[in-house]
């Protein structure tokens, strides 16, 4: 447990920002991914419901 008693420097908060930075990009984006998804699908079934509405016109 040396490295606890180190002092910080710069590098090591420059390395945990990074770090931060890359987890809450890796977040946004996986949820992101996901709410397209769903448009995607919502998207798709609405194209659907306006072909069988065309059908019976």
Known sequence: MDF???PVRP????VLLVMLV????GIWAW???ALQQQA???QQE???QMQRE???Y
Not at 11 to 14: A, E, K, R, S, T
Request: no cysteine.
């Open 54 to 56: 065309g059908t019976r």
């Open 31 to 33: 949820r992101h991914r």
């Open 40 to 42: 995607e699908q919502a």
């Open 22 to 25: 890359a987890v809450v990009a």
């Open 11 to 14: 590098f090591h908060i420059v």
């Open 46 to 48: 609405v194209l659907q």
């Open 4 to 6: 606890l008693r180190q």
